[in-house]
């Protein structure tokens, strides 16, 4: 069977087809690397703690008793919400630049 002539790459679709193969190796490994680490973000000053799992699974949530308010539960709702929205946003800024070490800066969607 004949090989394909692709035109600007030399005919070296092999050497081509290895190094996407080890691109897809390398991304999967950081993939699962990023998925297992811890990212922590933290709003209201600290009263709020939270830490994500880069595979984007909460992991825990720390409060500081001053920010129990039982006549303000809306405002400790919010806290929490943003510091795991700022930790998930940690995660994936990560998980992008660490991406784009492997690709070469090719938008790949992640």
Same mark, same amino acid.
């Given at each position: ?40 973000? +933290? +709003? ?28 303000? #539960? ?5 806290? #929490?919400? +943003? ?6 946003? #940690? ?10 070490? #492997? ?8």
């Amino acid at each position: 069977m004949a090989r394909p002539n692709f035109p600007g790459m030399g005919g070296n679709v092999q050497q081509l087809m290895k190094q996407a193969q080890r691109m897809q190796e390398d991304m999967a490994r950081l993939q699962e690397e990023i998925g297992n680490r811890e990212f922590t973000a +933290s +709003s209201g000053g600290g009263a709020v703690t939270a830490t994500v799992y880069g595979r984007k699974e909460l992991k825990e949530i720390e409060l500081k008793p001053e920010c129990v308010d039982p006549d303000d #539960i809306e405002m400790l709702q919010d806290l #929490i919400i +943003s510091a795991v929205n700022e930790a998930l946003r #940690i995660a994936d800024e990560t998980m992008t630049a660490e991406m784009g070490k #492997i690709t070469g800066g090719m938008n790949l969607g992640f």
